[in-house]
Every structure is written in C-alpha cells, then in structure tokens.
C-alpha cells in the first residue's frame, strides 16, 4: 500500500493550486483519504476527508471555503485545491488513507507530504 | 472539542514513557496516537485506543478511560525520540488533533 504525493510548490500570494496524492496497492474506492495541514515547528491540523467510491466530502469547519478537496478514482488520485493562495497558506501538506469503514477511523498510510511556500 | 496534551516528556534510556491526552469523557472515544519523527511524515502506533497495526513494536501500547487516554512507551530506545500526537473523532464530524508532546531521551 502506497499513497505519493506531488512535489514542492512555489507559488505568488493569490496564485492558484492543486496538489495531488495517489494510492496504490489496495482498493482505492473503498477507504477515506484524508488531508493534513501541518505548518512549520506546528501541530497537525485536518482540513478534510472524501471518499472514493462516491465523493462524499466532510470539511473542517477552519477550512470549509478556503479549500476544495476532490477525486478521480479513475486514476486512484485525491487532490487538494486553492483558487487564492494567502502567505498562511505556506505549510507541509499531507494525505492519508484512512482505514477501512467509517470516515472517523485512523489514517494509517501517510504520503510523504508536499511542502507548499507562498510568497511574493 | 480539545486535547489537551503536555508539550514535552523526558525519559531515561531503559525507562517508561506515558504520554497523556485529556478530553471531556475520552473514555467514549476512540483514540489514535501518532508518531512524527523530525522531517518525516506521521506514522500510526496506536489504533483505536490500544490497537497495534502490524510492525509497531509492543513497546508501545495505548490505554483510554474516563477523560485521559495514554499512550505507553516501554523501554525506551533513542530512537524513540519523536512527537507524538492524540486524535480523535468528535461527534460534530470532524477529526481533532492534540497538540502534540515532544519526547526527549535522556
């Protein structure tokens, strides 16, 4: 089981962006993906979680309109977008499959994480 | 709903870690704890308040009752010098994270 994120971005403050995790060696319609803000020397922060097999989207409440997380089981990838990138937008982004069953339960494959960096 | 958590813990080589996380009436939750080692991504170590997923030591073990749940690193090596992390997922649909302790091997 592998979920592998996109690489490193850079971008200007009002810029928009998506980045992308993609699971493999399991089922991907059948688990949550779940994603995690974490911004430097911080905690763990989620913003989100969809489905698969139907994109069923729960939000945080801190993050509901400032991101939109999508999928394409087609291609077993989940993405997480920005139509105007803030500078407190800078912060290492992670995805991770969430274990079999309800939304609630734990993430136990993590991606590698994709370091996003707002700045003008 | 919050997790309160101590910011750090210092144990001696040999010696058993607790790590705490406290939250009104835990106990009806269940709880996951994390360990993130510096530049790397999370890992799960305790599933389900004492769960165990395959190739975590049995070092590590997880207890939850009342409003503290506690996870417990016994014979601590240096390499489990990490932060560790509480989750949980509240009843108003959302996941919640503690805000992490920091264990330091003496």
């Known amino acids: 089981v592998l979920v592998v994120q996109s690489g490193a971005e850079v971008k200007q403050p009002g810029d928009s962006l998506k980045i992308s995790c993609q699971g493999s060696?399991?089922?991907?319609?059948?688990?949550?993906i779940g994603w995690v803000r974490q911004k430097p020397g911080k905690g763990l922060e989620w913003m989100g979680s969809?489905?698969?097999?139907?994109?069923?989207?729960r939000y945080s409440p801190s993050f509901r309109g400032q991101v939109t997380i999508s999928v394409d089981k087609s291609i077993t990838i989940a993405s997480l977008q920005w139509s105007s990138l803030k500078a407190s937008d800078s912060a290492m982004y992670y995805c991770?499959?969430?274990?079999?069953?309800?939304?609630?339960?734990?993430?136990?494959?993590w991606g590698q994480g994709t370091m996003v960096t707002v700045s003008s | 709903y919050v997790l309160t958590q101590a910011p750090s813990v210092s144990v001696a080589p040999g010696q058993t870690a607790r790590i705490t996380c406290g939250g009104n009436?835990?106990?009806?939750?269940?709880v996951q704890w994390y360990q993130q080692k510096p530049g790397q991504a999370p890992v799960l170590v305790v599933d389900?308040?004492?769960g165990r997923p395959s190739g975590i030591p049995e070092r590590f073990s997880g207890s939850n009752s009342g409003d503290t749940a506690t996870l417990t690193i016994s014979r601590v090596e240096a390499g489990d010098e990490a932060d560790y992390y509480c989750?949980?997922?509240?009843?108003?649909?959302?996941?919640?994270f503690g805000a992490g302790t920091k264990v330091t091997v003496l």
């Open positions: 991770a499959r969430q274990l079999d069953g309800d939304v609630g339960n734990a993430f136990d494959v």
């Open positions: 060696g399991y089922r991907f319609s059948n688990n949550w």
């Open positions: 969809i489905y698969p097999g139907d994109s069923e989207t």
């Open positions: 009436n835990i106990g009806s939750k269940s």
């Open positions: 389900n308040d004492s």
């Open positions: 989750q949980v997922w509240d009843f108003s649909d959302q996941y919640v």
